[in-house]
């Protein structure tokens, strides 16, 4: 079975979603719905799916959770709550006893919207991110590169808590520069308690540069790195439809690890999910 760890849904009727209003993403201003996704996802051989959140309102975490709880496809969500709220603890036991709430398996922030590059550190947020892990939850990391500094020293600083990294830290594909994001990555992977998703590539990169070959070097030095045990497959499936189609995706995937052994392409395409979300 593959899993896909890392997809979004949106129904604009319900709520806007005003990061679709930036340049070039007109392609993405409509509904993706679960029932979009689920046959493209049944022909590509997704056995289970994480549904990640889009928006920092306190309205769509629980949406999320009823939506999931309706859906087999669906296996685990990662929501949002305001990680500096005093009640923070109380109010993550109130999402998991929501309707579908024993699916919720993470919190996200836009922290790549944060002006303060070291957001990560503050003592409000810190203590959230405390709390998350005492609630059994991991954390997932939508950062850029310059953000990653931070992340590193956060899991240094909680080694109880598993973050999960989105997109591998968004490294500057378009560009073809290197450094010193895979610096910065290989002192986040360093740190046990951190893992990675090798997703949103496609995207980072130009129209002429999303082919297996342009994108390897980027998956390779993410895989030196964490290696296949602390990797994860996501399509980010709707905004990867920008780039390429929900089966394109899987097949750059594959061809970017089919260097791997068996063993270690089931963690990446399977297991490192299904452990670290415990799906």
């Not at 929501?79 to 005093?86: A, S, V, Y």
């Not at 922030?109 to 070291?118: I, K």
């Not at 998350?132 to 590169?145: E, T, W």
């Not at 046990?192 to 130009?206: D, Q």
Request: net charge negative; aromatic share 6%.
């Amino acid at each position: 079975m593959t899993v896909d760890a890392h997809h979004h849904v949106w129904d604009l009727t319900v709520r806007d979603q005003d990061w679709l209003h930036g340049p070039g993403l007109a392609p993405l201003r409509r509904d993706f719905l679960l029932t979009d996704l689920e046959p493209e996802a049944r022909a590509a051989g997704i056995g289970a799916t994480v549904l990640v959140q889009t928006v920092t309102v306190p309205e769509e975490t629980p949406e999320l959770l009823a939506l999931a709880a309706g859906h087999d496809l669906v296996a685990g969500v990662v929501g949002w709550t305001d990680l500096t709220r005093p009640d923070i603890a109380d109010e993550l036991a109130r999402l998991r006893a929501l309707p579908g709430g024993a699916l919720l398996k993470g919190i996200r922030h836009q922290v790549q919207s944060e002006p303060d590059p070291e957001w990560l550190l503050r003592p409000d947020v810190l203590r959230g991110l405390a709390a998350v892990a005492d609630a059994g939850l991991v954390h997932d990391l939508v950062v850029l590169p310059h953000q990653l500094p931070a992340c590193a020293r956060a899991a240094a600083l909680l080694p109880g808590l598993t973050f999960v990294l989105d997109h591998l830290g968004k490294p500057p594909v378009a560009t073809g520069a290197r450094e010193p994001w895979a610096t910065r990555l290989r002192a986040l992977a360093a740190l046990p308690n951190t893992v990675a998703k090798l997703s949103g590539l496609v995207t980072e990169a130009t129209p002429g540069a999303r082919t297996a070959d342009a994108l390897r070097p980027y998956a390779d030095i993410a895989l030196d790195a964490f290696g296949p045990g602390r990797l994860m497959y996501g399509s980010d499936w709707p905004v990867c439809t920008r780039a390429a189609s929900y089966a394109e995706v899987l097949h750059t995937a594959r061809e970017l690890t089919a260097r791997l052994a068996e063993a270690e392409r089931t963690a990446l395409f399977e297991a490192t999910a299904a452990r670290v979300y415990a799906l």
